[in-house]
């Protein structure tokens, strides 16, 4: 089955610098990704997706970069500020409709 | 546009006793998912469902755990004679038919005593 490592459970940033969020999963035959932010005490809240036959999408202040070749996925967001603060979570489908998670990486944005 | 909505918000129960999850899809989305949370942990998906429908519930216990999503109403997740190891955050997601992003309610946070 799929699995869906992220690289570091926690990261901390000053405001207004770039956060980058890196995720790892194991099935090559995974199509579709999401990030996820979760707030304490809130359920998961969608950011950005990509499918696997684009390598880079672009939000509103988020990157989303997939590299197929080394199963590697990466959140980027520029200018990062206190209300980025939460858990961010990459999601892989796995099959048909079911969601692998990673464990989360908690971002710590400072003033 | 009314988003995920899930009840109650917070539930405790005594060891034994049975606790019924509620969800509400978003307006438009027939496909409902169920996922549980260990405190400091990942969502792990528990089940799948359409409407009269369960689709996968691979990640369901055996036992003690049921899951329906009726014509009308809510989508229900049953937890029959729970014991401590139950505690945990249940997180109910809607999804538009496959495949498509899944919207996150705010979680039901069963606590047993």
């Known amino acids: 089955g799929e699995s869906v490592g992220l690289h570091l459970p926690t990261l901390s940033v000053q405001e207004g610098d770039n956060s980058i969020i890196n995720c790892a999963y194991s099935n090559s035959a995974s199509d579709y990704f999401i990030w996820y932010k979760q707030e304490s005490g809130k359920g998961p809240q969608f950011i950005i997706d990509?499918?696997?036959?684009?390598d880079k999408r672009q939000g509103q202040r988020v990157t989303v970069l997939l590299n197929k070749t080394v199963k590697h996925l990466s959140l980027q967001i520029a200018a990062t500020q206190p209300g980025d603060s939460a858990v961010y979570f990459c999601?892989?489908?796995?099959?048909?409709?079911?969601?692998?998670f990673g464990k989360g990486t908690m971002l710590l944005v400072s003033p | 546009n009314a988003g995920v909505m899930q009840n109650p918000r917070h539930l405790v129960r005594r060891r034994g006793q049975e606790a019924r999850l509620r969800c509400s899809p978003m307006?438009?989305?027939?496909?409902v998912y169920w996922y549980r949370q260990l405190p400091e942990e990942g969502l792990k998906f528990m089940v799948y469902l359409q409407k009269e429908n369960i689709i996968d519930e691979s990640g369901m216990p055996k036992e003690r755990f049921s899951a329906e999503f009726p014509k009308e109403g809510p989508s229900i997740l049953r937890i029959q004679q729970v014991v401590r190891g139950d505690s945990a955050a249940y997180f109910c997601?809607?999804?538009?038919?496959?495949?498509?992003?899944?919207?996150f309610g705010p979680g039901t946070r069963l606590t047993v005593l």
């Open positions: 990509i499918r696997s036959n684009m």
């Open positions: 999601a892989v489908l796995s099959g048909y409709s079911t969601l692998t």
């Open positions: 307006k438009g989305h027939s496909h």
């Open positions: 997601a809607s999804s538009p038919p496959q495949p498509a992003t899944q919207y």
